[in-house]
């Protein structure tokens, strides 16, 4: 079993800091966490960090040996038995890049984690920390599995492991010169990525080919949409035989209406051109709903989720699995209203980071309730893809806008994930106005409240496979 952590930087931070206080000495701590499955390992998803006081939380045990008290015990277990999480204790050894468990270590384990199964239902296990690398045992239904890693989901995305990795040999040739920026570490970080860009239109097809010229090892993109003429001139790749032009421009509508049913399906156009930038990579288009439920097992188990849809459903999707799964996310389009006259109003290229500790989009007033609602009462979804009530007038598209913001969020994504960014760089929403040739950030405040990103009883964050997603049948 390929067994992972994820925890917020600001739970990893708490969690540092009160046990690398500087006294040189051990301290305790017990993580709630989710639980998710899928073909690709079990994750492990820090709901809450209850920190052991010193002296009252965590003492001296009848063998000399700092531990976990009794009550402590009792009370964040209860929490996990009632919330159905899985309970893991924490404490730390010295600095260093490498840390294992000590002989009384696995007997403590021993002892205490047979009954502790049994009474919370769900597993148990332990964290040992240095502080540059974790180690890790979870007892699952009796049997005991190591941590392979845990991965820290913030502005940057860092990994901790038992012991360094060894060095990856150097990057193929085909990746050289970004491996001057990158480093061979950071090539084949990427080479080990599952990747899902949701919607395969103006930006998300250049996402995607993008990802794919990077040398991402495993890419997936969903979109229900084929090739129109209307494409040619922002899909990179999609010709007119892929838009079945010569009956997409008959003067008989039962023409034209058969081109729109059998032209080739955007993800297909994107597949043949991400195999040609990436042979050696994994692609699968999904030519189907992101919000079906036979799909969504594709986002929960992504490394990184691309959201370049302009639906509110897929849009909400995105935000709740980012939270409740801890994948980290970016949203981005390319929004250009046009009023029912025919006036182009203020051009705005969004870019939105999705991680905990960044914010989400409901709380940053980036999904519609109005929208929602209404392609809730629309299965066809007639106006999906407009930014006017006025169904004869089309949303403008134009591939150097698209372009723009594409760019700027899978630079983001290579910078978070090799890191990159410069020390206390924060992540916030950005809005690019290219009529002005402004940069905004767009800050908000985060609801204590809120559904998806907050830590209250209602809150979706990091239950994993403990709630359902809001799915439609496929």
């Not at 970080?189 to 250049?206: M, P, Q």
């Not at 899909?235 to 081109?259: K, M, N, Q």
């Not at 924060?426 to 204590?448: I, K």
Request: with cysteine; hydrophobic share 40%; charged share 25%.
């Amino acid at each position: 079993m390929r067994l992972e952590l994820r925890i917020t930087a600001s739970q990893r931070d708490l969690l540092l800091k009160h046990m690398f206080c500087g006294d040189g000495e051990e301290h305790g701590a017990v993580l709630a966490c989710g639980l998710t499955r899928s073909r690709r390992g079990t994750r492990l998803l820090t709901r809450e960090v209850f920190l052991a006081r010193d002296g009252v939380d965590f003492v001296i045990s009848n063998v000399a040996h700092r531990a976990l008290s009794a009550e402590f015990v009792a009370r964040t277990s209860d929490f996990c038995h009632d919330g159905g999480f899985v309970w893991l204790s924490v404490h730390n050894h010295g600095a260093g890049d490498s840390v294992a468990f000590s002989s009384l270590d696995r007997r403590s384990h021993d002892r205490l984690y047979p009954s502790l199964e049994h009474f919370t239902g769900r597993p148990v296990g332990a964290l040992v920390f240095a502080d540059r690398a974790v180690a890790g045992e979870v007892r699952f239904d009796g049997a005991t599995h190591s941590l392979q890693s845990a991965t820290i989901v913030g502005d940057r995305i860092e990994h901790l492991r038992p012991r360094p990795r060894e060095q990856p040999p150097g990057a193929p040739a085909t990746y050289h010169r970004q491996a001057l920026l990158l480093g061979a570490r950071g090539q084949d970080l990427l080479r080990r990525l599952k990747v899902v860009v949701v919607g395969a239109g103006g930006a998300g097809s250049i996402v995607c080919l993008q990802l794919a010229r990077l040398g991402i090892g495993e890419l997936v993109v969903i979109d229900p949409d084929r090739i129109s003429l209307s494409n040619l001139s922002r899909i990179p790749g999609s010709t007119r035989r892929d838009a079945l032009a010569w009956l997409a421009e008959s003067r008989s509508a039962s023409a034209r209406g058969l081109a729109e049913r059998l032209a080739r399906p955007k993800v297909r156009v994107l597949g043949r051109e991400a195999r040609r930038a990436n042979p050696r990579g994994i692609y699968r288009g999904l030519h189907a709903d992101a919000v079906a439920e036979n799909v969504t097992h594709e986002l929960t188990d992504a490394d990184f989720i691309f959201c370049a849809t302009d639906t509110m459903t897929s849009r909400m999707l995105v935000n709740i699995i980012a939270h409740q799964y801890m994948i980290p996310a970016i949203q981005l389009g390319s929004k250009v209203p046009v009023d029912d006259v025919g006036d182009v109003g203020i051009i705005h290229l969004p870019v939105r980071p999705i991680t905990v500790d960044s914010g989400c989009l409901g709380c940053a007033g980036a999904v519609s309730q109005r929208l929602l609602h209404e392609e809730s009462l629309r299965p066809d979804d007639r106006l999906r893809h407009r930014y006017v009530d006025d169904p004869n007038v089309e949303e403008p598209s134009v591939i150097t806008l698209n372009t723009e913001a594409a760019g700027r969020a899978v630079t983001d994504f290579l910078f978070m994930v090799c890191g990159l960014h410069d020390p206390g760089t924060r992540l916030c929403h950005q809005m690019l106005e290219p009529r002005e040739r402004v940069l905004m950030s767009v800050s908000f405040e985060r609801d204590p409240r809120c559904p998806y990103c907050s830590t209250s009883v209602h809150s979706r964050f990091a239950l994993g496979d403990g709630r359902s997603l809001p799915t439609r049948r496929s």
